[in-house]
């Protein structure tokens, strides 16, 4: 599905007044209680709160993954309330990269077979799919280990494997989810670099939930969750001031 060309500029997610329970009866968690949340075409957005707080939750709402009980979500000008589901997926395949908390790749295809995946969702041939896939694990740093299954890979080179199967079709909105929780310091340096690059390009836009003080100084923008609700936005400096204190 194309993108109506945006000459007001919209923001890349904006969220508004969301709610979302899961269960029900005396199992009903209410995780996002009427939630605000804005992210800006061309930024790198930071989300951050206490474990539960419904990061996630939000995330997987904006990605377009998860249904919501109440409230609007729109992504880059289009109302998603009003797309079918099937809508809905076709949407996420074009315009979405989603880096999972638990990785999600595919045990029983290649590092390169992953990384494909969202091209072949979108139609590219299987050989350029597959070159632009080794492309891009070489520079998240797993040049020569194509072929490995991602068994046979550290926790941290699992986490590099997702970073690169997120951003191989160049989505205009990337959703991370911890993206650097796995990664020493220098690994966790250089995917923030290709992160924030993506990040800073035309029309594009990136959030990452994180705990790691690290990524702070990566942001644009940072928005503070709490119970189901967003809590505060820094930027500017507001934003140093966070970061000063928190790390
Ligand atoms: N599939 C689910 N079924 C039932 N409850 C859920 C489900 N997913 C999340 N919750 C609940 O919703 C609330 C928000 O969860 P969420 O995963 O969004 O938190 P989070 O901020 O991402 O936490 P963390 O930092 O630990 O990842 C929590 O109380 C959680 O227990
Ligand atoms: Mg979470």
New binding site residues.
């Given amino acids: 599905m194309s993108l109506p060309s945006s000459p007001s500029d919209p923001a890349a997610v904006r969220l508004t007044g969301v709610v979302k329970a899961?269960?029900s009866g005396d199992a009903r968690?209410l995780?996002l209680k009427g939630a605000d949340f804005t992210a800006a075409q061309g930024e790198l957005h930071l989300l951050v709160?206490?474990?539960?707080?419904?990061?996630?939750?939000?995330l997987s709402v904006a990605a377009g993954t998860l249904e919501w009980d109440e409230g609007q979500v729109d992504l880059f000008g289009t109302r998603l309330n009003d797309l079918s589901p099937s809508s809905i997926t076709a949407f996420r395949r074009r315009h979405i990269g989603f880096i999972f908390?638990q990785f999600n790749l595919i045990t029983t295809l290649d590092l390169v077979e992953n990384v494909s995946v969202p091209l072949l969702l979108n139609g590219t041939r299987r050989r350029d799919a597959e070159d632009k896939a080794a492309a891009l694990l070489a520079r998240v740093g797993l040049a020569g280990r194509e072929r490995k299954r991602p068994s046979q890979l550290s926790g941290g080179q699992q986490q590099r494997v997702a970073i690169a199967r997120a951003l191989v079709h160049e989505p205009r909105l990337l959703i991370a989810d911890e993206p650097t929780s796995a990664l020493d310091r220098e690994t966790g340096h250089q995917i923030m670099d290709l992160l924030a690059t993506a990040a800073r390009s035309p029309g594009r836009s990136v959030i990452i939930?994180t705990?790691d003080p690290r990524t702070y100084s990566y942001a644009d923008r940072l928005t503070e969750?709490e119970d189901g609700r967003v809590a505060g936005v820094h930027h500017g400096p507001a934003l140093k001031d966070f970061i000063s204190i928190h790390h």
């Fill in positions: 899961f269960g968690t995780a709160g206490p474990s539960g707080c419904g990061k996630t939750t939000l908390q939930v705990h969750m």
